[in-house]
């Protein structure tokens, strides 16, 4: 990873930052199977700050640091475990993109509105692709529920997902044949219409490396479509540290909407349009009130995802997630 500022402006707050012309690597320090970053993962900026401390809510109980970059204004958790150390931190029942649990109302919400938003999401991948049908590529599948709908809708459609308990009930539960997220690097270049990323961008370790092989496996004029949550949303900005979309340390980056286009700039993509989630809001609101107060406020909670979706009516880029639409 190289790092250039030659003829790029930047926001005064770096000045005092000291940067480097000189070609160097991004030093991501391994420290007991741990990642500290020194440059900013996405757009190699040294000016980094420190802003948050983040409990992981769902498994270890772990403190995490996130820091912001100055430049692009990604945040992003530091120390996170390596590729090979952070698998146990997904092994809980509460990590229901891979369970498939019901347990609790919060899960069983979850379940009901995913049932509603997988059909808009393909209407979205056809209206966007202006396809009835075509080659769809899902990465991070989950249990299948996405590629079971496209396949129903008549696409020749493939599932990638890292996680082999996902992948048997996927199995089970529809019949998938999901592939090892290993084959990813396989798949042949300019192949596919659509790719979709449903709240999976946040969890690639080697963000530019994954995003530069996206272009790869996308046709001339096929679409790219990265939903991640977006911590520049009012929700986020309530909940602060207890916001449950950082996540961490399953949630490497923190996306900001600034943050995604200077990504896909660097890697010859370009952001179409912005598409909110406007069910994340509530979702997330009631998990984080959870963290926050030790059981979920529905009212308050209620409260703060509603407002949060009516300043975003007036900027999508202001939704608590947003679907980010990205064609070469």
Known sequence: MFQ????????????????TL??????????????????????????????????????????????????????????????????????S???ISHTNTAKGFINRLYHSVRKRTIV??????????????????????????????MKQNGWDA?????????????KELYGLEL???????????????????????EHVHDLPKYVQQLKNLLKEKGKLFVAVPNYTAADADNYNEYWAAYDV???????????????????????LKYKPMWYDSFYISLLSSKYKNGKAGWLSAS??????NLVALADNKKCSSVIYVIGK
């Not at 250039?4 to 000291?18: G, I, L, Q, T, W």
């Open 4 to 19: 250039s500022y030659k003829n790029v402006p930047r926001p005064a707050e770096c000045d005092s930052f000291h940067f």
């Open 22 to 91: 000189l070609p160097v690597f991004n030093s991501a320090l391994m420290m007991n199977k741990r990642i500290h970053y020194t440059l900013c993962p996405v757009c190699d900026s040294a000016a980094l700050k420190n802003v948050l401390q983040v409990k992981d809510h769902t498994v270890s109980g772990e403190l995490f640091t996130v820091a912001e970059c100055q430049f692009c204004t990604l945040r992003f958790t530091q120390d996170v475990p390596d590729e090979n150390a952070i698998a146990p931190y997904y092994k």
């Open 93 to 95: 029942e509460e990590y």
């Open 120 to 149: 808009k999401k393909g209407k979205l991948v056809e209206d966007e692709t202006a396809l009835k049908k075509g080659k769809m590529l899902d990465v991070g599948s989950g249990i299948g529920s996405f590629v079971k709908e």
């Open 158 to 170: 493939t599932g990638l997902e890292p996680d082999a308990d996902a992948r048997k009930i996927a």
């Open 179 to 201: 592939g090892d997220i290993t084959k990813f690097y396989q798949l042949p270049d300019d192949y596919f219409d659509a790719i979709t990323l449903w709240h999976v961008l």
């Open 249 to 271: 340390p399953r949630h490497l980056y923190h996306f900001s909407p600034k943050s995604i286009e200077v990504l896909m700039k660097k890697n010859g993509l370009q952001v």
């Open 303 to 308: 409260w703060n995802g509603l407002r949060s």
